[in-house]
């Protein structure tokens, strides 16, 4: 497929602009010869319906969860409703200036407070900010939370406890904090090792980051020893609220001893993830840390909203709110669902993810042989005998028509390696899920029978498959003309 | 309601296929006697007890009428034409960059994990890390971050990692949200930031000669400044340069780039910035795009996605994402930042908008803006209400008043204008300052309006 830059013809143009009335004005005299550009900047030159075909091409070229099954584990690849698209591009939202005055965004002020009482009832927190873009964004604001707090007992802690089985960001989040990583063993059954937390755990260390349930799709069944430990050393717990799904109306993590959440609306609240974003990893906490939230937080006095600044706030983390149109789309989610569908939601992930689970763990052994929550962890490891890696299985599955699972996360040994992780959500239908099995049973045999077939998937891609080492040891990262 | 009907429509959600008779079906194949069998694992002492207080589902026209109405409850802002800017600007968007955003196989995608059937997302990223590097002159890209005050913050800690000095310099011009996120993310650092003085709209270079020195990591500065003015980055160069410091230069009206000197001939080291004004709305201040340049000697210490060209197995050229092992999910807490998505759905928005005006369309339109603005300030000036340093600037630039600055805001809000900012919101000092931004979004006719208003106070 070419290259907007291959199409480009000299003189044509996509766009067409109100005419420059200021003919007496010369650019020359408005800015300085040391800061103008002596040449235009060689950009492409594109006529509209040019832009509108190689748009369209790209997106052929392009899976989404529209085009069928994503069961990328970890990721909660829901649907995403049109209507909450079109809501989030109500002219009344999307032309709000953030620096107007305060009376004149009255409906966005008052859309995320509501967004936040919802939130709050869902996860047992106090208070929330809607400030971070992404999950991680708002693991940085957890764990800078996190820091403030014991500074600001006059005992400032430098350790966190991440569990080996934590998605990267954890450790990266913590490390950007200041925070030196201890990492905390899985047991046998998938969950943290109780007895390595305790030996762990002490008074210089801030706390823990737990996901729950966990990457491995499992419930840490000793939450409440967990957070005995923790809070009995000072401690504090963070939620990373990947796997939330599984939760629904079911378990708040407030209620289980959390003191900190963060959530990913993009996943659990289904707005969609955009090739990568924008999303939005919204932060609750509870009452003893609400003064150190990042400023500013939406407040409502007397039926007027207003942004309020946490007296210990950790400060800011991004220019202005939020990302606005995102939490317009989980705000309508939540609303559509209502109390009984957000349960049903949780319950029907789960079924899904254990039918999975149950159907094909004769043919990729798992990671533990128990029932799971809302994604499965398989393996592929029993093929590595005939040459088959993991990824090949992955590859192989885009002939039949499937976004592949997430493979190699999460990555721990003796338990956890080789791994396929199955998430379906709630979206998909049995037919869908026995379409998906169906392929992954006949997958097992090709790679007994014909590995080839797999080492060479995938064939009908629109590109075959790519040489990702190339593209770190000689990096070509813009286009060059010839 | 019969209890038997009200049982039959909560089990019907339209974006949850499967029937009760499915569920049981699977939950038998799965070999369980009932779902709570499955949730064993959760100790029954912490379920909820009750349900969720939260309101039951509504229909999508209960949903749609519900928040149209607080949509409304905004000031109808299309209506206004704009005069405030400060880190956020209106410009038109044409109606092709919203068609290309709501393609369903872009924005229901995620990450490009899988590059064989990722290559729209991928090839984006690339085309987009294209554009900015002709944009910005410099060598590469990393084409998405948050927004651009992450992106600042990320690139002084990029800078702290690369010469592990202690000292930052920011421009006292920089966006004041920026300067309060850089502060947020390198808290656990123990670096100490000081802010450069300015003088009429610009840095001023003398002071900044007294406070670099030896142990200065960066010298970051914003140009446009906070005011709209131009700098002269060469002149601040130099001097960080002598000083071993690296030069970060920030850029939120990324409109001006189309017609400002190449960042890298002027001799930034890193580039970060905000995208917004390439295609993506105003949105109450987000989502927006941030994202780094620099040069090539830096490469393996940008953080975040960045797209690389390779091929197939056929070798058909084929796009994935490149240098991963910077990343988080690889080297965990050793990865140059926990970035782990970005706003890959705006770096649609932002390849259609360049692609749409082109080399010659973004020059005129950056043109048009520079224009604009400096019509309006000049007339200004000629009503004898306005006064002010005269600075060079791009499309936003600051003036006093010795009427009342709110009687003045109230009267062009009134008229149809979004009113420019006080500038005393952020620099309590400058009393009776207003930012005043201009985009092509205001014709000749409004700007004269403004005048006319202004004049008859």
């Keep these: ?482 | 309601m019969q209890r038997g009907m009200k049982n039959t429509e909560k089990s019907s959600l339209r974006y949850i296929p499967n029937t009760k008779e499915q569920q049981e079906e699977m939950l038998k194949e799965i070999g369980v006697p009932s779902f709570g069998h499955l949730l064993n694992s959760i100790p029954v002492g912490i379920r909820l007890k009750s349900d969720l207080k939260i309101p039951d589902k509504i229909s999508e026209q209960e949903l749609f009428e519900k928040i149209h109405k607080i949509s409304q409850k905004n000031l109808n802002f299309i209506d206004f034409k704009p005069l405030i800017g400060a880190g956020s600007y209106r410009h038109y968007i044409p109606e092709v960059v919203r068609t290309v955003v709501s393609y369903s196989e872009f924005y229901t995608a995620y990450t490009p994990y899988q590059p064989e059937i990722s290559q729209g997302t991928l090839q984006t990223m690339f085309e987009v890390q294209t554009h900015l590097t002709r944009l910005t002159g410099m060598d590469v890209v990393m084409p998405s971050i948050y927004d651009g005050a992450s992106a600042t913050a990320e690139s002084v800690l990029m800078a702290l990692r690369i010469n592990n000095k202690k000292k930052v310099l920011l421009s006292s011009l920089l966006h004041p949200h920026y300067k309060e996120t850089v502060k947020t993310y390198t808290k656990s650092h123990w670096i100490e930031i000081i802010e450069m003085p300015q003088k009429e709209g610009s840095i001023e270079t003398e002071e900044l000669k007294k406070l670099i020195d030896s142990d200065t990591a960066c010298v970051v500065v914003q140009n446009p400044n906070f005011f709209g003015g131009i700098e002269n980055i060469e002149l601040i160069s130099n001097i960080a340069h002598e000083n071993g410091a690296i030069v970060i230069l920030i850029v939120i009206e990324s409109l001006s780039l189309a017609l400002l000197k190449s960042c890298k001939k002027t001799g930034a080291d890193i580039v970060a910035g905000e995208t917004q004004s390439l295609g993506m709305d105003l949105n109450f201040g987000g989502p927006y795009n941030g994202f780094i340049a620099s040069k090539e000697n830096y490469i393996r210490q940008i953080p975040g996605r960045i797209a690389g060209e390779t091929t197939d197995v056929e070798g058909n050229r084929a796009f994935v994402m490149a240098l991963r092992a910077r990343e988080q999910d690889i080297r965990r807490e050793k990865a140059t930042s926990n970035l782990c998505s970005n706003h890959a759905l705006n770096l649609f928005a932002i390849n259609a908008y360049i692609s749409l005006l082109g080399k010659e369309g973004l020059y005129r339109l950056a043109v048009l803006n520079t224009k604009s603005a400096h019509y309006l300030r000049s007339k200004l000036i000629e009503t004898g209400k306005f006064y002010g340093d005269d600075y060079p600037f791009f499309n936003e630039f600051v003036l006093r008043t010795k009427d009342d600055p709110k009687l003045i805001r109230e009267k062009l809000f009134k008229a149809g204008f979004l009113p420019p900012l006080k500038v005393s919101d952020f620099f309590p000092a400058l009393e009776n300052n207003l930012l005043f931004a201009v985009t092509e979004t205001l014709s000749k006719e409004d700007l004269d309006k403004v005048v006319d208003i202004i004049r008859s106070l």
């Design chain 1, 1 to 482: 497929m070419k290259l907007i830059y291959e199409k480009s013809i000299k003189g044509r143009i996509g766009f067409s602009m109100p005419e420059d009335r200021f003919e007496d004005i010369n650019v020359k005299d408005c800015i300085p010869e040391y800061a103008l550009s002596k040449e235009k900047k060689e950009l492409p030159e594109v006529s509209e319906v040019d832009v509108v075909r190689h748009f369209t091409t790209l997106s052929k070229i392009n899976y989404g969860v529209d085009t069928g099954f994503y069961p990328l584990g970890s990721c909660t690849m829901k649907y995403n409703p049109k209507i909450n698209e079109k809501l989030a591009n109500l002219e009344g939202f999307t032309f709000a200036h953030p620096l107007a005055d305060i009376k004149h965004f009255q409906g966005s002020l008052e859309l995320m407070y509501e967004l936040e009482q919802l939130l709050k009832e869902i996860t047992g927190m106090d208070r929330f900010t809607l400030a971070p873009g992404a999950g991680a964004h708002g693991e940085l604001v957890g764990v800078l939370i996190m820091g403030k707090y014991f500074e600001d007992s006059g005992k400032p802690r430098h350790k966190m406890i991440v569990p080996d089985s934590a998605h990267g960001t954890n450790p990266a989040s913590s490390a950007m904090a200041g925070f030196k990583v201890v990492e905390v063993k899985s047991n046998e059954r998938g969950t943290v090792d109780i007895e390595h937390l305790k030996s762990l755990m002490d008074e210089d260390t801030a706390g823990i980051m737990l996901t729950n349930p966990n990457t491995v799709g499992l419930f840490e069944t000793d939450i409440t020893e967990i957070t005995k430990i923790v809070h009995g050393k000072g401690g504090l717990l963070y939620y990373d609220g990947a796997n939330l799904n599984a939760l629904l109306g079911i378990v708040r993590p407030g209620d289980t001893g959390f003191d900190i959440v963060h959530l990913n609306l993009h996943k659990t609240f289904s707005t969609p993830h955009g090739g990568g974003g924008p999303g939005a990893g919204v932060v609750g906490v509870k009452n003893h840390l609400i003064e150190f939230l990042p400023s500013p937080i939406v407040c409502k006095c007397d039926d007027f909203y207003s942004l309020e600044y946490p007296k210990k706030s950790i400060g800011r983390i991004r220019a202005f709110f939020c990302n606005f149109s995102v939490l317009v789309k989980a705000y309508a989610w939540i609303l559509s669902m209502g109390k009984d569908g957000l349960k049903e939601a949780a319950r029907v992930s789960i079924i899904n993810a254990n039918y999975v689970l149950s159907k094909l763990k004769p043919y990729y052994r798992p990671a533990y042989d128990r029932f799971c929550m809302h994604e499965c962890i398989l393996t592929g490891r029993d093929y590595k005998e005939y040459g088959i890696k993991t990824l090949d299985i992955a590859k192989r599955l885009m002939d039949y028509g499937f976004h592949p699972p997430t493979i190699y996360f999460p990555h721990f040994e003796p338990y956890a390696h080789e791994t396929i992780m199955v998430e379906p959500t709630e979206s998909e239908s049995k037919e869908t899920i026995d379409e998906f099995i169906n392929a992954m049973i006949k997958i097992s045999k090709e790679a007994i029978e014909n590995p080839e077939l797999l080492k060479s998937a995938p064939h009908s891609t629109p590109i075959r498959r790519a040489d990702e080492t190339k593209a770190t040891r000689e990096p070509i990262l813009k286009f060059e003309e010839k």
